[in-house]
């Protein structure tokens, strides 16, 4: 089946929402067929081993099939920021990050819009695209869609948000996602074989899995159930991420950070299961927040801008396909 044939009765993810995504409708992603990019940056704030040296080329794409009350990036996942680009102009966009040193390529919630960047990795990669591809997602995937992307993604960045129904319901709008999750992680770990490193420290990821999971305040009993699932079912094929930068975003969402208690129950849990992988330090604060209407939507010190949808006369042409940051021009 063909690019667009897959957006004319829109099967994509779980929510099979059957719209005609070619005539401009839109489904729950709130997405047409055209591929919407944010913004592009050397994201320094990755795990170790994705962030490396340089940092990870993480490309925003605009859109999401899921509605996580306490989404970060609601501004691209839910109002529409962004802009259209082609297959090339994407493909340009990877080749830039590469240009300026990136570890890899990082597609951030892409999961709406797999076959068109499918297709935009295998053209950069004809065009001398050589650092890993990375895929970072929500999980919230049908196991074929995900199929798209064998022999084009070589690391697999997927959440695993909650394997409670009720959780799922109240805060991602999708109480099927324990179960799809759950397939679709163990299909990512087929998928991306084995751990490897370009480096004997481990800190530079050439393939493999890292399963990250957002600590929600008041919900530990769900985050010990993924310990537990991350335990039996990937501990040894890939790596645990435990995230606790939960900061309350909205009316639906739990109104306070997580508390030095629910920490030290969370590093206890790590211990007994003897989970391999990352945990963020508490840091109660949202200072790190991205504001993807700014030029940068990081700090300084967590990204370099590279490409932005919206940064119009800071930009200069590397070729006729995308115009990137100037030196010296980032905010």
């Not at 989404?71 to 080749?95: P, T, W, Y």
């Not at 076959?115 to 004809?126: D, H, M, Q, S, Y």
């Not at 949808?309 to 070729?319: M, P």
Request: overall charge negative; aromatic content about 8%.
């Amino acid at each position: 089946m063909n690019e667009e044939k897959r957006y004319e009765d829109c099967r994509l993810c779980p929510r099979r929402c059957g719209v005609n995504r070619v005539r401009g409708e839109k489904g729950f992603c709130g997405e047409t067929a055209s591929l919407r990019i944010a913004a592009a940056v050397l994201h320094r704030g990755e795990e170790p081993p994705i962030a490396g040296e340089n940092g990870s080329g993480a490309v925003f794409v605009s859109g999401c099939n899921l509605g996580c009350a306490f989404c970060q990036n609601f501004q691209i996942s839910r109002q529409g920021l962004g802009r259209v680009v082609s297959i090339d102009e994407f493909a340009a966009i990877c080749l830039a990050l590469q240009e300026k040193g990136a570890e890899n390529v990082n597609i951030v919630t892409g999961t709406h819009a797999t076959p068109a960047l499918a297709r935009g990795v295998a053209a950069a990669k004809a065009r001398g695209l050589t650092v890993p591809v990375l895929w970072n997602s929500s999980a919230y995937e049908d196991e074929d869609t995900l199929a798209l992307l064998q022999g084009l993604v070589d690391i697999f960045l997927p959440d695993m948000k909650t394997l409670d129904a009720e959780t799922a319901r109240a805060f991602l709008n999708a109480p099927d996602y324990p179960e799809v999750a759950s397939r679709a992680v163990l299909a990512m770990l087929n998928m991306a074989g084995n751990l490897s490193y370009a480096r004997e420290d481990g800190e530079k990821m050439l393939s493999g899995v890292v399963v990250r999971h957002l600590v929600l305040p008041g919900r530990l009993d769900s985050t010990r159930a993924v310990i537990e699932w991350f335990a039996e079912n990937a501990e040894g094929r890939a790596l645990f991420s435990l995230m606790t930068q939960y900061t309350p975003m909205g009316p639906r969402a739990p109104n306070r950070y997580i508390n030095a208690s629910e920490y030290e129950t969370l590093l206890k849990w790590l211990d007994e299961f003897g989970v391999r992988g990352y945990y963020q330090e508490l840091s109660p604060d949202a200072d790190w927040l991205p504001d993807f209407s700014r030029f940068n939507p990081f700090s300084s010190e967590l990204s370099t801008p590279v490409w932005n949808a919206y940064a119009g006369s800071a930009l200069h042409k590397i070729n006729d396909d995308v115009a990137v940051v100037q030196e010296g021009t980032q905010g």
